[in-house]
C-alpha cells in the first residue's frame, strides 16, 4: 500500500532533483491498481506533461517495469513493438516511469515529465529512492 505520506516523500524527493538539475517537473504517484494518489506540477512545468507524468506512472505499475525499459523494447522489431497503442494510448514509452517496491513487491509507481527523457528519469529514480 501507498499512503498519501509515502507519495508526498517521493513527490518531495523528485521536487528536489528537479530543482538541482534546473528543471521544473510534473511528478505523478500511482498505488498499486495503478490510482493516482499524488501530484504535482512545479512552477514553471508544462502543463502538457500532466498527464503525461499520470500515465508514466500507470504504465510502470502496469506492467512493473520502468518506461524506459519498455521504450528500448518497444521499438519496430522488437518485442513490444505497438504497445503504445495499446490501453487507449495511455502507455508511455519514454523514460520517467519506475515501479515503487516494498517487500520486493510493486506496490506502486512514479512517473515523471517535464523534461528530456535522461532528465525524467533522473529524477525519478531520486523519487523513487527516496521510497
Given at each position: 500500500?501507498?499512503?498519501?505520506?509515502?507519495?508526498?516523500?517521493?513527490?518531495?524527493?523528485?521536487?528536489?532533483?528537479?530543482?538541482?538539475?534546473?528543471?521544473?517537473m510534473?511528478?505523478?504517484v500511482?498505488?498499486?491498481?495503478?490510482?493516482?494518489v499524488?501530484?504535482?506540477?512545479?512552477?514553471?512545468?508544462?502543463?502538457?506533461?500532466?498527464?503525461?507524468?499520470?500515465?508514466?506512472?500507470?504504465?510502470?505499475?502496469?506492467?512493473?517495469?520502468t518506461?524506459?525499459?519498455?521504450?528500448?523494447?518497444?521499438?519496430?522489431?522488437?518485442?513490444?513493438?505497438?504497445?503504445?497503442?495499446?490501453?487507449?494510448?495511455?502507455?508511455?514509452?519514454?523514460?520517467?516511469?519506475?515501479?515503487?517496491?516494498?517487500?520486493?513487491?510493486?506496490?506502486?509507481?512514479?512517473?515523471?515529465?517535464?523534461?528530456?527523457?535522461?532528465?525524467?528519469?533522473?529524477?525519478?529514480?531520486?523519487?523513487?529512492?527516496?521510497?
Open positions: 500500500m501507498i499512503t498519501l505520506a509515502d507519495a508526498r516523500r517521493v513527490i518531495a524527493a523528485g521536487e528536489e532533483k528537479a530543482r538541482a538539475i534546473g528543471q521544473p510534473n511528478i505523478a500511482v498505488d498499486h491498481g495503478g490510482n493516482l499524488a501530484h504535482v506540477r512545479m512552477d514553471g512545468a508544462w502543463i502538457g506533461s500532466v498527464d503525461i507524468s499520470i500515465n508514466k506512472a500507470w504504465t510502470s505499475r502496469a506492467f512493473d517495469i518506461t524506459k525499459d519498455l521504450a528500448e523494447n518497444s521499438q519496430s522489431g522488437d518485442q513490444f513493438f505497438g504497445i503504445h497503442a495499446s490501453n487507449h494510448g495511455r502507455v508511455m514509452i519514454f523514460a520517467g516511469g519506475i515501479p515503487l517496491k516494498r517487500g520486493g513487491q510493486v506496490v506502486g509507481a512514479v512517473g515523471v515529465s517535464g523534461g528530456s527523457g535522461k532528465q525524467d528519469h533522473e529524477v525519478a529514480e531520486a523519487a523513487s529512492a527516496a521510497f
